[in-house]
C-alpha cells in the first residue's frame, strides 16, 4: 500500500482580524508544511499576497489579492 503525505496548514488566527499594510503587525503568515518539511509561508495584508519558498530570503512572489482570487480559481476548475 503507497503511504500518502498529508500536507498540514496550521494556522493560528482569533476569528477576526483587520489586515493592514503589507508587512505592519496585522498581516496573516501561514506557514505551510508537508509532514514535518517546510514549504514555504503565505503572507497576506490589505492589499496583496506573498508565497515566500522554502530557504527563499530575497524574493517572493507578489501577487494582488484580486489575482490570488483568479489563480485560486483557474486551479479548482
Do not use: Y
Not at 499594510?21 to 490589505?46: A, F, T, W, Y
Amino acid at each position: 500500500m503507497k503511504k500518502i503525505k498529508q500536507t498540514k496548514v496550521p494556522v493560528m488566527f482569533p476569528g477576526f482580524m483587520d489586515l493592514s499594510k503589507r508587512k505592519s503587525e496585522n498581516s496573516l503568515s501561514i506557514e505551510v508544511r508537508r509532514g514535518d518539511e517546510l514549504l514555504g509561508n503565505l503572507l497576506m495584508g490589505r492589499g496583496s499576497v506573498e508565497w515566500w519558498p522554502k530557504g527563499n530570503k530575497t524574493n517572493s512572489v507578489k501577487k494582488s489579492r484580486r489575482a490570488f482570487v483568479q489563480i485560486l480559481e483557474e486551479q479548482m476548475k
